[in-house]
């Protein structure tokens, strides 16, 4: 769906006859997923609590696997694995299969067509689009080592020279100072400030573009680069980050701050960041992480964490804690792990703390679990029992000394991208089907 398909629509107005249809059609082919379930078996509620009693078992197997050794975790392995493989067997010798198979097909379209005519109704905000200026002297890190040599495959820097650009690739020999290179850049005249690599870089750099107030250029030449992704950049063709040094348009985004450094994308505290910090995860990263989980998820190793949120709330004994630049969205799947708007001045929060098999299969509830907290707050600070905690900030294991402080820096950074992004994703609505019953019958 693109941005001309939105229509913008008064809460006082008759709902559109296309939205409408989209709404009962959402509700028709619900319906349909019902008869089909009905049809399909005599004992149709058998064949839905065989489904959410092996899921369960599936989800226990699962934690028993994470957070024990020995006998125990290889039962859990099977008990994960064989619970949907005995459901899927059963359903075949049923001969109600495909009755599982369409229904799950109707559910699907159901939903999609529902968050459409929600989306035509009420349409989310995309972060606003502001003129940009020309830029005279740019300057540009690049790192030809991330990413596997994005920077050398896609001729990036000959590219960004032949637009203008100063370009500074961080070749050695020995440790190379970024921030310093981007302070004698703007020292020399330098009006745009831009990165070639991965996260870290990204956040080092726009750091300081934020403090001089100068617009920053983000160049898709990492492993992941997930902040990119979030800005809706091409994270296959970085080359075609470079066209945000012509025919581009300026974003207001928020920068994340962690003891006074910033992120552009998350800081993680427990259980993950514990992992990473250790001299074998590089070389072993599943042996490692297997190894280290069950003393970690069970409390018998790591520091016991603390998480103040906003001087209100406090949560407790967090075995996993992320703050984020901004909330990531886990309520659509098509979406799961972005962030749709990196400038409503929040930090995202999710806190786990789970400590038993029934605290874990819990989890299936949500946001309504009692081990799984989401929040949005503009002020976290984490303590811990001891002085020093390893936290992982965009990817890159550090230690911070307790207590460590997040906040964040509200619409902080000017980021430059391209006028024409094709990794810009759809503008959807959350799934709410009171929104399309009430779009069904004319109402908004």
């Not at 109707?106 to 995309?126: C, K, M």
């Not at 929040?375 to 900030?393: H, K, S, T, Y």
């Amino acid at each position: 769906m693109t941005g001309q398909d939105v229509v913008p629509h008064d809460r006082d107005e008759p709902v559109p006859p296309r939205v409408r249809w989209l709404a009962r059609g959402s509700a028709l082919v619900m319906v349909a997923a019902a008869v089909v379930l009905l049809i399909g078996d005599t004992k149709s509620l058998g064949v839905v609590a065989v489904a959410a009693v092996a899921t369960v078992v599936a989800v226990a197997g699962g934690w028993w696997f994470l957070s024990r050794r020995g006998p125990m975790r290889w039962l859990g392995a099977g008990l994960a694995v064989g619970a949907p493989v005995a459901v899927l067997c059963w359903y075949v010798a049923r001969n109600v299969l495909w009755a599982v198979v369409v229904v799950l097909v109707l559910v699907v379209i159901s939903l999609a067509l529902g968050r459409a005519a929600v989306t035509l109704v009420h349409p989310p905000e995309r972060m606003p689009e502001h003129p940009a200026p020309p830029v005279r002297r740019p300057f540009v890190v690049m790192n030809p080592r991330s990413g596997g040599g994005k920077v050398a495959r896609f001729d990036l820097a000959t590219k960004a020279r032949s637009r203008g650009a100063q370009v500074q690739l961080l070749e050695g020999p020995g440790h190379v100072d970024v921030a310093a290179l981007a302070h004698q850049a703007v020292a020399d005249g330098a009006d745009l400030l831009g990165v070639a690599g991965g996260d870290g870089t990204q956040a080092l750099v726009a750091g300081i573009a934020a403090a001089y107030d100068l617009p920053f250029l983000v160049i898709s030449a990492g492993t992941r680069n997930h902040f990119a992704m979030d800005l809706g950049l091409d994270r296959e063709r970085p080359d075609l980050c470079l066209d945000g040094l012509s025919d581009a348009v300026e974003l207001r985004i928020d920068l994340g701050e962690i003891n006074g450094r910033t992120f552009v994308n998350n800081a993680s505290f427990g259980a993950y960041a514990e992992v990473v910090q250790s001299p074998a995860y590089r070389d072993d990263k599943r042996g490692t992480t297997l190894r280290m989980l069950p003393d970690l998820l069970s409390g018998h190793s790591g520091p016991r964490l603390t998480a103040r949120i906003d001087g209100t709330l406090t949560i407790h004994d967090p075995k996993a804690l992320l703050v984020s630049n901004n909330a990531y969205d886990f309520d659509d799947l098509a979406g799961l792990g972005r962030r749709a708007r990196l400038d409503l001045g929040t930090l995202g929060v999710v806190a786990v703390t789970v400590d038993n098999t029934a605290q874990a299969v819990g989890l299936l509830r949500g946001s309504r679990s009692d081990g799984l907290r989401r929040l949005a707050a503009r002020d976290v600070i984490i303590d811990a029992d001891v002085d020093e905690i390893p936290v992982g900030i965009d990817g890159e294991a550090i230690l911070l000394r307790t207590p460590v402080h997040c906040t964040v820096r509200a619409m902080a950074l000017r980021v430059r991208v391209p006028r024409s992004r094709p990794g810009l994703p759809p503008v959807r609505a959350a799934n709410d089907p009171g929104a399309v019953l009430r779009a069904a019958v004319g109402k908004s």
